[in-house]
T-cell receptor, first 115, second 116 residues
Framework: DTAVSQTPKYLVTQMGNDKSIKCEQNLGHDTMYWYKQDSKKFLKIMFSYNNKELIINETVPNRFSPKSPDKAHLNLHINSLELGDSAVYFC??????????????FGAGTRLSVL | AQKVTQAQTEISVVEKEDVTLDCVYETRDTTYYLFWYKQPPSGELVFLIR??????QNEISGRYSWNFQKSTSSFNFTITASQVVDSAVYFCALSEDRGGADGLTFGKGTHLIIQP
């Protein structure tokens, strides 16, 4: 059983389209995150949710909107895709109970290619 | 603001050599946490270790060891008797104690290549 699962694994789309990436965790964690890894492998936090409440919203364009229907799911919707959105997007989760030191467990990543 | 620096972009060694990956961090907080993650060629991110700022004891896990020194703000990672399977990108990361849901601040990663 995969602890943090993301779908799809690969996403190829045209500029201007809208797409969603889904994330689910079965670890019973309270906190979930989205990270972006660019072509140079640099990883940066985008959002974090704790019990369905948005906690962190780094400087991310409004075209990116996270949605958490329940604490086991955190989806990422992207409107009007641009070439610069091409990256690998990682979902992660953590217990959310011990302050900033929780171990974050990552999904396998979704490789988004915008043509 | 917090920052993590991994000055070594790429390291290449021959199998069975020991190799140390450097990590230097910056933070104004007295309570913080340091992590190492491994990203093998398959792309997933694998947790290796977590350390809190109050625990400077070195840690050993099999061929892996970590040296945490607050005096130099460093949290270095050593692989002893390296193996081809250790080839990966290794990331050092930091989080501060903000009450939960804190994102990790990652270094830029060190690409480790172990040649047979």
């Amino acid at each position: 059983d995969t602890a943090v699962s993301q779908t799809p694994k690969y996403l190829v789309t045209q500029m201007g389209n809208d797409k969603s990436i889904k994330c689910e965790q079965n670890l019973g964690h309270d906190t979930m995150y989205w990270y972006k890894q660019d072509s140079k492998k640099f990883l940066k936090i985008m959002f974090s949710y704790n019990n369905k409440e948005l906690i962190i919203n780094e400087t991310v364009p409004n075209r990116f909107s996270p949605k958490s229907p329940d604490k086991a799911h955190l989806n990422l919707h992207i409107n009007s895709l641009e070439l610069g959105d091409s990256a690998v997007y990682f979902c992660a989760s953590s217990q959310g109970t011990s302050g900033g030191g929780d171990i974050q467990y990552f999904g396998a990543g979704t490789r988004l290619s915008v043509l | 603001a917090q920052k993590v620096t991994q000055a070594q972009t790429e390291i290449s060694v021959v199998e069975k050599e020991d190799v140390t990956l450097d990590c230097v961090y910056e933070t104004r907080d007295t309570t913080y946490y340091l992590f190492w993650y491994k990203q093998p060629p398959s792309g997933e991110l694998v947790f290796l270790i977590r350390r809190n700022s109050f625990d400077e004891q070195n840690e050993i896990s099999g061929r892996y060891s970590w040296n945490f020194q607050k005096s130099t703000s460093s949290f270095n990672f050593t692989i002893t008797a390296s193996q081809v399977v250790d080839s990966a990108v290794y990331f050092c990361a930091l989080s501060e104690d903000r009450g939960g849901a804190d994102g990790l601040t990652f270094g830029k990663g060190t690409h480790l290549i172990i040649q047979p």
